[in-house]
């Protein structure tokens, strides 16, 4: 029943993702560019790859080996009873097979390790994912939030300029005093310092945007609903202990561990090969007498290597390979406990945000009614200019505490979503290309027998961000020509 629940919530948040506006950038294009563009999942895709080659590493220990010789020997002297009458040159072509019979089982386990350390690799990619994601929402949501509040700002400063104009005109005919003009005029320059500290943080947002995501933003659309949450914190946590992706990777880790021990236990076990060898040998300046001057040779055989005393190196190994599991072992727990911790705290904010909104939006509309009584009021001398300014400040301070609580909640509910492991690519329904498949590099390099198969050097798949004015000019350096940066054109200086 909960993987029937949990498909339906995917489907809706992805459904609710693929619905934009055309003329704005959607949060779901946003996430789209950070899962094609943004270095930190572009790395962990290739940590995988290696990660991968190393189930290929741990199979090549358990397959044939086959060897060349080859030399050319001249004797420069010889005397006594080794003067044979020739010195050479001579040549020899020696041609050795091994195949590995028995080996402790140190094969066995390091394959088992290697593709045990995948899944855990898969799982991290699937983690780092979630939380790439979790920071593109944010950044997202902080832009919205932050414009509103420029625009709450700007609003509020030209209102408050209105009320300095009108206050002074009514300072001149004799209706106020003095006082009243003064705290109109504190109050706008107070609103002007607030704008100037809200175009601040804008820039601050829009940059972490262009990290994250990897470009600027335009015109951002609202986002969508998120899908439904759990009803209590214990039915999160029940999710996200099945299916984070950090947790599975750290129980997976502690599972190859288990299998390093076996494979240290086996360097204590008696390792068996057969062997086959040919010679071939040619004098090339001849031997003197009837002896020939080539010859062939042949053998077949087995190898047994028993292992009687190593000075306390397999003990060594073994004891340390306990320990590395002992700490992965812990390291679950210390996992298991973020787990927990995350999903809670994810699930109070994003209530503790539901609840402010709610609140918040009653105080925008009482504070809405308060500033237009206390406006009438004060053009029939019931009130004071104070009494204005501080009811349009308490309004303006409800509109930004809005507009932060509804950013505050959507940014939880997708934490939440991530700690629950239900905020990765194939959770969000992205379009516009096929999602990276890490099955597809495993198939093709984890049983790769070629020794001289490789890759061609990695290009960078994740966009720089630099704008030509940013290009450094090295010192001593007269700009006489175009600076180029990624394709786009600087003219001189």
Same mark, same amino acid.
């Given at each position: 029943?909960?993987?029937?629940?949990?498909?339906?919530?995917?489907?809706?948040?992805?459904?609710?993702?693929?619905?934009?506006?055309?003329?704005?950038?959607?949060?779901?294009?946003?996430?789209?560019?950070?899962?094609?563009?943004?270095?930190?999942?572009?790395?962990?895709?290739?940590? #995988?790859?290696? &990660? =991968?080659?190393?189930?290929?590493? *741990? @199979?090549?220990?358990?397959?044939?080996?086959?060897? /060349? %010789? $080859?030399?050319?020997?001249?004797?420069?002297?010889?005397?006594?009873?080794l003067d044979t009458g020739g010195k050479g040159p001579d040549l020899s072509v020696g041609l050795d097979l091994s195949y590995p019979?028995?080996?402790?089982?140190?094969?066995?386990?390091?394959?088992?390790?290697?593709?045990?350390?995948?899944?855990?690799?898969?799982?991290?990619?699937?983690?780092?994912?979630?939380?790439?994601?979790?920071?593109?929402?944010?950044?997202?949501?902080?832009?919205?939030?932050?414009?509103?509040?420029?625009?709450?700002?700007?609003?509020?400063?030209?209102?408050?300029?209105?009320?300095?104009?009108?206050?002074?005109?009514?300072?001149?005919?004799?209706? #106020?005093?003095? &006082? =009243?003009?003064?705290?109109?005029? *504190? @109050?706008?320059?107070?609103?002007?310092?607030?704008? /100037? %500290? $809200?175009?601040?943080?804008?820039?601050?947002?829009?940059?972490?945007?262009?990290?994250?995501?990897?470009?600027?933003?335009?015109?951002?659309?609202?986002?969508?609903?998120?899908?439904?949450?759990?009803?209590?914190?214990?039915?999160?946590?029940?999710?996200?202990?099945?299916?984070?992706?950090?947790?599975?990777?750290?129980?997976?880790?502690?599972?190859?561990?288990?299998?390093?021990?076996?494979?240290?236990?086996?360097?204590?076990?008696?390792?068996?090969?057969?062997?086959?060898?040919?010679?071939?040998?040619?004098?090339?300046?001849?031997?003197?007498?009837?002896l020939p001057s080539t010859g062939t040779q042949t053998s077949a055989g087995l190898n047994a290597r028993i292992p009687l005393y190593?000075?306390?190196?397999?003990?060594?190994?073994?004891?340390?390979?306990?320990?590395?599991?002992?700490?992965?072992?812990?390291?679950?727990?210390?996992?298991?406990?973020?787990?927990?911790?995350?999903?809670?705290?994810?699930?109070?904010?994003?209530?503790?945000?539901?609840?402010?909104?709610?609140?918040?939006?009653?105080?925008?509309?009482?504070?809405?009614?308060?500033?237009?009584?206390?406006?009438?009021?004060?053009?029939?001398?019931?009130?004071?200019?104070?009494?204005?300014?501080?009811?349009?400040?308490?309004?303006?301070?409800?509109?930004?505490?809005?507009?932060?609580?509804?950013?505050?909640?959507?940014?939880?509910?997708?934490?939440?979503?991530?700690?629950?492991?239900?905020?990765?690519?194939?959770?969000?329904?992205?379009?516009?290309?096929?999602?990276?498949?890490?099955?597809?590099?495993?198939?093709?390099?984890?049983?790769?027998?070629?020794?001289?198969?490789?890759?061609?050097?990695?290009?960078?798949?994740?966009?720089?961000?630099?704008?030509?004015?940013?290009?450094?000019?090295?010192?001593?350096?007269?700009?006489?020509?175009?600076?180029?940066?990624?394709?786009?054109?600087?003219?001189?200086?």
């Amino acid at each position: 029943m909960s993987k029937v629940l949990r498909k339906l919530a995917l489907g809706t948040l992805a459904a609710a993702l693929m619905a934009g506006t055309a003329s704005a950038d959607t949060l779901r294009e946003a996430l789209l560019s950070t899962y094609r563009t943004n270095p930190t999942i572009t790395g962990q895709r290739e940590a #995988l790859r290696a &990660t =991968d080659a190393n189930v290929a590493i *741990a @199979r090549a220990a358990g397959r044939p080996q086959v060897s /060349a %010789t $080859a030399g050319i020997n001249r004797d420069l002297t010889r005397s006594g009873i080794l003067d044979t009458g020739g010195k050479g040159p001579d040549l020899s072509v020696g041609l050795d097979l091994s195949y590995p019979l028995f080996n402790g089982g140190s094969v066995r386990n390091s394959v088992r390790a290697a593709q045990t350390r995948v899944e855990a690799g898969r799982a991290t990619l699937r983690a780092v994912e979630g939380d790439v994601f979790t920071e593109a929402v944010a950044a997202y949501m902080d832009v919205i939030r932050d414009r509103a509040i420029v625009e709450l700002n700007a609003n509020n400063v030209r209102v408050l300029g209105t009320n300095l104009e009108a206050t002074r005109d009514r300072f001149e005919i004799g209706d #106020l005093t003095r &006082t =009243d003009v003064a705290q109109s005029e *504190a @109050r706008l320059q107070l609103g002007r310092a607030n704008l /100037a %500290t $809200a175009q601040g943080r804008l820039t601050s947002s829009e940059e972490n945007y262009r990290r994250v995501i990897g470009k600027r933003p335009e015109a951002l659309a609202p986002p969508p609903p998120l899908p439904p949450l759990p009803s209590t914190p214990d039915e999160a946590v029940r999710i996200a202990l099945a299916n984070n992706p950090d947790l599975i990777a750290v129980t997976r880790q502690a599972s190859a561990a288990g299998f390093d021990v076996s494979v240290a236990r086996a360097g204590r076990l008696p390792t068996v090969s057969s062997v086959v060898s040919g010679t071939y040998i040619n004098a090339l300046g001849g031997n003197p007498g009837p002896l020939p001057s080539t010859g062939t040779q042949t053998s077949a055989g087995l190898n047994a290597r028993i292992p009687l005393y190593q000075g306390g190196l397999p003990a060594a190994r073994i004891r340390a390979a306990q320990a590395l599991e002992g700490q992965f072992l812990e390291q679950m727990i210390a996992t298991e406990r973020a787990v927990v911790s995350n999903t809670r705290s994810a699930f109070a904010s994003y209530q503790a945000a539901q609840n402010a909104i709610a609140s918040n939006v009653v105080a925008v509309n009482a504070n809405e009614l308060a500033l237009e009584g206390a406006r009438a009021e004060q053009s029939v001398g019931t009130r004071t200019v104070l009494d204005v300014l501080n009811a349009e400040q308490e309004l303006l301070n409800a509109q930004v505490a809005l507009v932060t609580a509804r950013r505050d909640a959507y940014v939880a509910g997708f934490q939440l979503l991530n700690a629950m492991g239900q905020a990765e690519a194939d959770d969000l329904g992205l379009e516009g290309g096929p999602l990276y498949d890490p099955l597809g590099n495993y198939r093709r390099v984890s049983s790769n027998w070629n020794d001289w198969a490789n890759d061609r050097r990695h290009d960078p798949v994740a966009t720089r961000t630099v704008t030509p004015s940013e290009v450094p000019v090295p010192l001593g350096r007269v700009l006489t020509e175009p600076v180029t940066t990624s394709g786009v054109t600087q003219p001189p200086q």
